[in-house]
């Protein structure tokens, strides 16, 4: 079972010719309303992959929260953890011009409500080898609350991708994905030079099952964000994407499977 603790949104897109200026007014192409939210993205992926996924989270006591677990529901993910809240379900608000730039504004509204206490219950409800997977789209205090023992000993990650004072919690992942772009670009001798230049500088270095866990993790999620750029309309440098999402994957086959205790 893998359990997503985190964001719930309905995205409303507006497609138009340019990007608005400061002050200026233009009219819109289409637009469009879906579920969204990096948390009910990450779960909906799961489930359709063949994952058992339980969502945990929060949304609004408005016609959003309905809509904005339409497609969860659809993918049977068990919503019994989401909570609703008297703040407005989130939303994210995107603008996307003729050429696929896009600018996003997002409002929490019920993502900001999620709590430590949330976190803990997620933890309580989980049962030994199962997963948690997390992302920024909720308080910093929730996503650092849901740690999670991998091994024994216990090792521990954080959620590490846009908050500063959380990545340096474990600066291991984040060497770690300057040592696999590198690997890409066929500098594999730079990664264990890295290892060893920060192991002797912390006095300590992560059980290898860790540094394959990141190393893999960061592999596949560059290789399905390539292949991602495929899906744009238009599709944009579209001989770069298939090729380099291989490479990644290369990368991947090399780091040992991991098994979780």
Known sequence: MITVFGSINMDLVAIASKMPRPGET??????????????????????RAGAGVRMAGAIGQDPFGAEALALLKDASVDLSPVRAVKQPTGSAHVVVDAGGENAIVVVPGANG?????????VL???????????QMEIPPCAVEAARVCLVTPPQIIDCLEF???MRIIDPYDEIGYV??????????WIR???????ERE????????????????????RARLCLVHLLEHPVRESKKWRPLALAYLTQARRHPSVIAA
């Open 26 to 47: 233009v009219v819109g192409l289409q637009s469009s309303a879906s579920p969204g939210g990096k948390g009910a993205n990450q779960a909906v992926a799961a489930r």
């Open 113 to 121: 409500q999620v709590e430590e206490d949330d976190a803990r219950s």
């Open 124 to 134: 309580e409800g989980m049962n030994a080898g199962e997963m948690v997977v997390l």
């Open 163 to 165: 908050n500063r004072s």
């Open 179 to 188: 040592a696999l772009e590198c690997e890409v670009l066929g500098a594999d």
């Open 192 to 198: 264990p030079l890295l290892l060893s230049a920060l």
């Open 202 to 221: 912390l006095g300590d270095r992560p059980d290898d099952p860790l540094l394959a866990l990141y190393g893999r993790f960061r592999a596949l999620l």
